[in-house]
């Protein structure tokens, strides 16, 4: 049983994905649903998912959950709805009440594409948050490194709030530096109401030769901050093809994993997905 806890789909025809720009993502510039999905999930073991958010566009939420509400295994969705509108509260309450709305598990922005890094120390960003915990959902924390640090004082000011880092905070692996990532992570770690993703790393690694090993002081990081009950595996399916299929990512991120014991194993691949986003 394994819980693939990050992952997206979109329909070009339907919605631009204004971020697929530039020669090194044209390969993404295409459809992927969930037919596209099912196959290459059931090959590799997965038997649920939790679909995320792509764009900062009202209208995708209730498409998520409507396609999580036609298909069995999506477990879970993490939408987007504007952190900052004052009608906040009421907005996330008529999302539960739209057809596969008992599938939101989580809220996610972009804060990486926000110039100011700390966005999230913003007031109104941070009633949002607290809207959020009120609601009983998630908040998936999207951010560079350099804004790690507002996380994790955004982090100090909601303790009510579980919060989820995607992609580790997106470690500079490429470059094999991993201070001052690290340290910010161990802080956001120390944090009892903050969990880690194992998703998105191959392709913050050279795209094109990244092993392993190139990924194993990171992962071996988070582990060693985290431990394995807060940790969970996401194949960031589909971007993870720029660099590896889904099987190469699933068998990776086993591979990283290998010296964890069998009930170690199981909480970063099913048990701690399944708790946090109450699948």
Same mark, same amino acid.
């Given at each position: ?9 979109? &329909?070009?025809?339907? $919605?631009?994905? &204004?971020? #697929? ?40 939420? !209730? ?5 999580? &509400?036609?298909?069995?295994? #999506? ?7 504007? *952190?900052?509108?004052?009608? /906040?509260? &009421?907005?996330?309450? $008529?999302?539960?009440?739209? !057809? ?28 949002? *948050? ?17 804004? *790690? ?23 500079? /692996?490429?470059?094999? $530096? ?7 992570? %161990? ?6 109401? +903050? @969990? ?10 050279? %795209? ?7 990924? $194993? ?34 068998? +990776? ?23 946090? @986003?109450? *699948?």
């Amino acid at each position: 049983m394994t819980v693939d806890a990050h992952h997206h789909v979109w &329909d070009l025809s339907v $919605r631009d994905q &204004d971020w #697929i720009t530039g020669p090194e993502l044209q390969p993404l510039r295409r459809d992927f649903s969930v037919a596209d999905l099912a196959p290459e999930a059931h090959a590799a073991g997965v038997d649920r998912t939790v679909l995320v958010q792509t764009v900062t566009v009202a209208e995708e939420t !209730p498409e998520l959950l409507a396609l999580a &509400d036609a298909h069995d295994l #999506i477990a879970g969705v993490v939408g987007w709805t504007d *952190l900052t509108r004052p009608d /906040i509260t &009421d907005e996330l309450a $008529r999302l539960r009440e739209l !057809p596969g709305g008992h599938r939101l598990k989580g809220i996610r922005h972009q804060v990486q594409g926000e110039p100011d890094p700390n966005w999230l120390l913003r007031p109104d960003v941070r009633r949002g *948050l607290t809207a959020v915990a009120d609601a009983g959902l998630v908040y998936d924390l999207l951010v560079l490194p350099d804004q *790690l640090p507002a996380a994790v004082e955004a982090a100090r000011s909601h303790p009510h709030l579980t919060l989820v880092l995607d992609h580790l905070g997106k470690p500079p /692996i490429a470059s094999g $530096r991993r201070e001052p990532w690290a340290a910010s992570v %161990r802080s956001l770690a120390a944090l009892p109401h +903050t @969990y880690g993703k194992l998703s998105g790393l191959v392709t913050e690694a050279d %795209r094109k030769t990244w092993r392993t090993a190139d990924l $194993r002081p990171y992962t071996d990081t988070a582990l060693d901050a985290f431990g394995p009950s807060r940790l969970m595996f996401g194949s960031d399916w589909p971007v993870c093809t720029l660099a590896a299929t889904y099987g190469q990512v699933t068998d +990776t991120a086993r591979e990283l994993t290998r010296a964890l014991d069998a009930a170690e194993r199981a909480e970063v691949f099913e048990g701690t997905a399944t708790r946090v @986003y109450g *699948l």
